[in-house]
């Protein structure tokens, strides 16, 4: 097997709806497998299946379209090692790289131009326990860190890791679990608290509900 082979379950242009580049086109790399089994995942699709395609090849695909932002994900991206040569190879080309992970593997060697939005998982996703805290030591500036709340426990639970972490020094996206806690629900909260965090919800699921591949 070439060692600059990756398992691809799709590469597809839409709307960012998540994280601060909310709303800039952007161009979809979401890699095949994922250790983690979230109990409201919304991409189960990609756990599996998939095809292999050689770095260059996924590189020259995001070229065909005129966008400057490219998105790595999954899945869980970093689950295939050659992850991080396909995330430096698209830095190297020019385009402003995020990659949506988990957290609760390595980023220690994540090329530091990537802007990586760190997932960490709260109670009610099931796999809180795979939360890996000293990846916090390895984050810069322009990385994020977002909760997604399926209730009011995993929203306390959040509020309190932000202060055992001091969470506030990155930007903190708050995030409702799609069609399970009402959006306005999460904001009065946010409001009431008066949290130095971001609201957000998945735009491109008001706009074209779970299609895969939007």
């Not at 400057?68 to 080309?93: M, N």
């Not at 402003?96 to 760190?118: F, M, Q, Y």
């Amino acid at each position: 097997m070439s060692e600059n082979r990756l398992k691809i379950t799709e590469i597809f242009h839409s709307i960012q709806g998540e994280s601060d580049l909310a709303g800039w086109p952007t161009v979809f790399v979401r890699l095949t497998g994922c250790p983690l089994r979230c109990v409201w995942c919304d991409t189960a699709y990609a756990f599996h299946g998939g095809e292999w395609m050689e770095i260059d090849e996924i590189v020259d695909r995001v070229r065909s379209y005129p966008v400057r932002h490219v998105c790595v994900t999954g899945g869980e991206p970093l689950a295939q090692k050659r992850c991080l040569a396909l995330l430096k190879a698209l830095c190297d080309a020019g385009f402003c790289v995020s990659l949506e992970t988990s957290g609760a593997l390595p980023v220690d060697a994540v090329d530091p131009r990537v802007i990586k939005v760190l997932d960490l998982k709260a109670p009610g996703s099931g796999e809180q326990e795979r939360n890996r805290w000293e990846n916090l030591e390895h984050l810069s500036d322009h990385d994020q860190i977002k909760f997604v709340i399926a209730d009011r426990a995993d929203f306390d639970w959040a509020v309190e890791r932000m202060g055992e972490h001091r969470l506030e020094r990155w930007t903190v996206l708050f995030s409702p679990v799609w069609e399970q806690l009402p959006p306005a629900r999460l904001a009065d909260w946010i409001l009431t608290e008066q949290l130095p965090v971001r609201f957000q919800f998945q735009m491109h699921k008001l706009l074209w509900g779970e299609t895969p591949g939007r």
